[in-house]
């Protein structure tokens, strides 16, 4: 393993001064909640609002910790989310793998004003689905005329697609200031026995037409309203993680795609827990190594920077972003801490969201502030 030193643009860009006056507060609490470990955080700015995904529970609140709402009533698992101030709603990932389904979770954040919302009954939840998706996570790769089903151990599961995680909003791939579309991370069995989950797989939508898409969340009856395919799929060769990108942030500041995840434990990759695609660098048709049956795919380059795997090219840092990371313009990040506390006997999940700058630095990129 060796160090390899920030340059070019994220030369400059690394003097950001950590502590520098702001009006956003250094930490905002989520609760303290009898729900799943938080997935996952988004903020409006405007209107000065946090949103937390605790797994089945959604909660809102402004930006002194004080809760708003809340969405209650998944049996699914809501993961990342992002904030979209073109229509200002809430966008999450949403999996319920037993019935084969996987989602983009629309919520009306206005219209959450009080605690305990229902997911189904309120239609707060708009939902669209991702038949790529469900595709790959269902492909009987071995031909043996079955799907084996939410198991890693298994060769079922095109690329080790478990379903989806991390998800941000940004523009395309290698454009700058590129159209702005909606970016989907996969879930990715850890699986070590198998070569052909090694890279990240990013969808990326373009939700202007999405609208006839939208159905209500009726969890007893899956609907299948949603694309035909993605706008273009893409391939990030980071090695093996455990469960995929957790948590993908665009982020204008570096100009990269920022990606959390949990650490790999395949012996031959240096297990990083934080990557950054390039965002400048426009995607290569090449090879997609590993696979089972020769393939290419539109490939995407890793951000320069930070330590460097030799053996494998892989190139990352190390850095906790995997439960929540959320650019807020600047230079400046909020970072989900995720915690437990005991109350009246019972271990409730907590969130806090760190304020941190941008460093550069290696092997952390990022400071924490105050």
Known sequence: MTTVSLWGECVVRSHFTVGSPTDLPKEIYGGAWAAGHVQGIAIDQRKGFMYFSFTNLLVKTDLKGNPVGSVTGFTGHLGDLDFNAKDGR?????????????????????????????????????????????ADYVADMNGDGKFDGNVANTPDHRYGCSGIDGLSFGPEFGKKHGKQKLTVAYGI????????????????????????????????????????????????F??????????????????????AVYKGKKPQFPNYSFFMVNGDEPPRNGDIVGQPRPEQGKLLTLAPGGLQHDASGVRGWEFTGEYGLISLGGGR????????????????????????????????PFEKVG
């Open 90 to 134: 809430v966008y999450g990932s949403l999996e319920y793998k037993a019935q084969e389904s996987f989602y983009i979770a629309i919520f009306d954040a206005d219209r959450i004003t009080s605690m305990n919302m229902d997911a189904q009954s309120t239609g707060i939840i708009k939902t669209v689905y991702l038949k790529e998706v469900v």
């Open 189 to 236: 069995y850890s699986n070590l026995e198998r070569q052909d989950n090694d890279h990240q797989v990013l969808l990326q939508y373009d939700i202007q037409q999405w609208k006839k898409y939208e159905r209500p969340l009726t969890e007893s009856a899956p609907h299948t309203s949603g694309p035909e395919q993605a706008d273009g799929k893409y391939f990030a």
């Open 238 to 259: 980071t090695g093996n993680t455990t469960y995929g990108v957790q948590n993908l942030d665009y982020d204008e500041y570096t100009g990269n795609w920022m990606m």
């Open 333 to 364: 990040y909020y970072v989900s801490k995720a915690g437990t506390v005991m109350e009246e006997g019972v271990t409730k999940q907590t969130s806090h969201a760190q304020l941190y700058g941008w460093t550069g630095k290696t092997p952390t």
